[in-house]
């Protein structure tokens, strides 16, 4: 019986920390991604890109007021991902966000790619989405 219960709460532990730890996968690094560029993080958002991508969000922290990142944080936009489609060590993620005050949404779309293992976004300079 001592073995059955054991066995039970080890599955239930190892569920729960599937469903909690958000994963590697496209989607839950670019549902990080997003919300962390939607509250004014950027410096957290970063922890998602790649290098270039990051760089590229180094100069739009910069130009970000303590304002305007205070603004951002209370705006709090739904997320959704709609879809990912992978190919190889490249995925494009579809996802929609929208406005909870005036519940206008958009769809788009974000590049990701694996770096050592690793999901992250990336965002070319001809082609910022």
Known sequence: MKRYVKNIAF?????????????????SV?????????????????????????MMLGVTESMITP?????MA??????????????????????????TKTKESVEKQLDMKQVKGDWKVTIKKEGKN
């Open 30 to 54: 670019a549902k990080k991604f997003l919300e962390a560029t939607t509250s004014g993080e950027i410096a957290e958002a970063k922890k998602y890109t790649d290098e270039q991508t990051g």
């Open 74 to 99: 209370k705006q709090k936009p739904d997320i959704e991902i709609l879809s990912s489609e992978v190919k190889d060590s490249t995925a494009v993620v579809k996802y929609k966000i929208t406005n």
């Open 67 to 71: 304002e305007k990142k205070a603004e």
């Open 11 to 27: 599955s239930a532990l190892c569920l729960l920390a599937v469903a909690c730890g958000g994963g590697n996968e496209p989607e």
